[in-house]
């Protein structure tokens, strides 16, 4: 959002006679507490589902009382609020978090306003296991009738099983009903006969499209015609294909509407699955396969149909870069964890549109009995590519398929060793990415033997870097002992009489381990000066502008 707009928003909140049960001031000046916040969002995320908003609000920096703003420095660093998205997600239902974090900046202060997501209906969201909501202003536990209320929605409610009475079997798409015969005679082999002596209306019953002659959202969705959108309005059921250069810059674009039957092969055609060409080592690798694997792209895009939060009004997204397919729909992920998805490899217990899944399912566009997420990860792991990258947070879901190899030590890594489980590949993806790892994830890798080093800096262990080939770069990760580097730099001043930093740092940068940044380098090698400061062994005859770095002299014993 632009600073204007955020500037109406917050106008527009601070004009309410008071707080709401989705609106929510704290001074917050210069910090505040982590549980409460968490309860806050527990309790705005409940309230705005219950109220049937999309979202509630949290400002920092605005007193309670007369709406004034006083200005917040919580958390001033960018990186720091960004953090807190994911702090959240820990602790809540499904890893729910933020929509985003806004800062603004009015001449009375800073003010940071929180864009809570309303509860997913059916899935009352709970901070720490506890579930919160809004008595009036003050925080208080959900009550029982209020978790119910929510938890029957998902029974209670499924946008895209409602009828529409306006609509006819003319607004539909005679070519995607033939197709959708066919896929259904596909899905059901042993139907395939009788299927031919259906008319429409009773085909369409059969495979879920229709309630008894009736149109639905899924109908249209599906099989309609482009100019019957309408019928779903303000839903934007329309997939839209960009295509980046290596610079971000746009290149070409497509936009496809219903029916969305057919859309799927369309965009699937735009793609461009170049082949990729492995560097050879030996017999490793193939000379040349695909990018992506086309089970990929379509399970990709259908699973985007299939959970659209159509009511949102947003349109599903396919975004090609050089090595690289982004997918991207609207609404939280159900499931919460993909972890747990691909673990289990079982059908989902809750579904946001289960009569559309349903459809889809009988016309051979997605697998309700569970695995399709998988065999993703399983692909990706056949090429020695990345695994699949989900990110859940600002209520969407965002998928990333690479199309090559971003670590040849961890291509080289599931080339030679066929033991690895599929979760400890994605485990060790993670490292491979530099993303950060749970407890349990670092337990069970150090458990293993598969990596070394200090969290978030991770790297393969010395028996996985002989068993790839890699000895010279584990050695390289490896650090060397302290006393080394404090040899190193008293026996260069005991040569040179003398050393500035910048004698020091040309000195120990080149030795250190790679997976240090520069940041921790320059912080590693003054805390190397440090220690040898505080050892006597070194004194600083310059100034902390330009030090000069000289041996202390111990004096001589006496026989």
């Avoid at 602790?91 to 974090?101: G, V």
């Avoid at 009036?136 to 959900?142: F, K």
């Avoid at 149109?215 to 329309?238: C, M, Q, V, W, Y």
Wanted: aromatic content about 8%; glycine content about 6%; proline content about 4%.
């Amino acid at each position: 959002m632009t600073d204007k707009e955020l500037s109406t928003i917050l106008q527009s909140l601070r004009s309410l006679p008071a707080e709401t049960e989705v609106v929510e001031f704290k001074e917050a000046k210069n910090s505040y507490d982590f549980e409460k916040l968490g309860k806050y969002f527990s309790a705005l995320s409940n309230e705005a589902n219950l109220k049937s908003k999309q979202y509630a609000w949290l400002a920092f920096g605005v007193e309670n009382k007369q709406h004034k703003i006083v200005g917040s420095h919580y958390r001033t660093s960018r990186k720091d609020l960004d953090n807190l998205k994911g702090e959240i997600a820990d602790k809540t239902t499904n890893r729910i978090t933020f929509i985003e974090i806004h800062e603004l900046t009015t001449a009375e202060g800073r003010v940071v306003l929180f864009q809570i997501p309303a509860a997913p209906k059916g899935i009352p969201i709970a901070f720490e296991g506890h579930y919160y909501g809004r008595d009036g202003e003050a925080l208080s536990p959900l009550n029982l009738e209020e978790i119910e209320r929510i938890r029957v929605q998902a029974s209670t409610e499924d946008w895209s099983s409602a009828i529409i009475s306006e609509a006819s079997l003319e607004d539909l798409d005679e070519p995607a009903i033939v197709v959708a015969r066919t896929n259904f005679k596909n899905k059901f082999p042993d139907k395939a006969g009788e299927v031919d002596t259906w008319d429409t209306l009773t085909f369409l019953n059969k495979a879920k499209l229709t309630i008894k002659g009736k149109i639905t959202r899924t109908t249209i969705i599906l099989l309609g015609k482009e100019e019957a959108e309408h019928f779903i309005s303000p839903a934007d059921a329309k997939i839209r294909w960009l295509l980046k250069d290596s610079k971000g810059n746009d290149k070409d674009y497509l936009i496809i509407g219903c029916p969305l039957l057919l859309a799927v092969d369309k965009i699937y055609s735009k793609i461009r699955n170049s082949k990729y060409r492995y560097l050879k080592e030996g017999t490793l690798f193939p000379e040349e396969t695909d990018q992506y694997e086309p089970f990929t792209i379509r399970e990709a895009i259908n699973n985007c149909i299939a959970h659209q939060d159509y009511s949102l009004g947003g349109r599903i997204n396919v975004v090609e870069l050089e090595d690289q397919l982004v997918f991207t729909n609207v609404g939280s992920f159900i499931p919460g964890d993909i972890h747990k998805v691909v673990q289990d490899n079982a059908p989902e217990e809750h579904y946001r549109n289960r009569y559309l899944a349903t459809a889809m399912f009988n016309l051979k566009m997605v697998d309700t009995a569970g695995g399709g997420i998988r065999k993703m990860f399983n692909f990706q792991r056949q090429r020695f590519f990345p695994m699949p990258d989900y990110d859940l947070s600002g209520n969407k879901v965002k998928v990333t398929i690479t199309g090559k190899v971003l670590d040849i030590d961890y291509a080289r890594l599931l080339a030679r060793n066929s033991e690895l489980t599929l979760e400890e590949i994605i485990i060790l993806d993670k490292v491979q990415k530099k993303h950060p790892l749970t407890r349990e994830e670092e337990s069970h890798l150090k458990a293993r033997k598969l990596v070394e080093g200090r969290r978030p800096n991770y790297f393969l262990s010395k028996k996985m870097s002989q068993i790839t080939g890699q000895k010279a770069g584990y050695s390289k990760n490896r650090a060397f002992d302290t006393a080394y580097y404090l040899d190193l730099i008293v026996k260069a001043i005991t040569e040179h009489n003398d050393l500035s930093r910048k004698d020091i740092d040309a000195l120990i940068l080149g030795k250190l381990p790679d997976w240090m940044d520069a940041k921790q380098r320059k912080t590693k090698i003054s805390n190397l000066i440090a220690d040898l400061s505080r050892k006597k062994r070194i004194e600083n005859k310059g100034n902390d502008a330009k030090p000069k770095w000289v041996l202390i002299k111990r004096p001589e014993s006496s026989n």
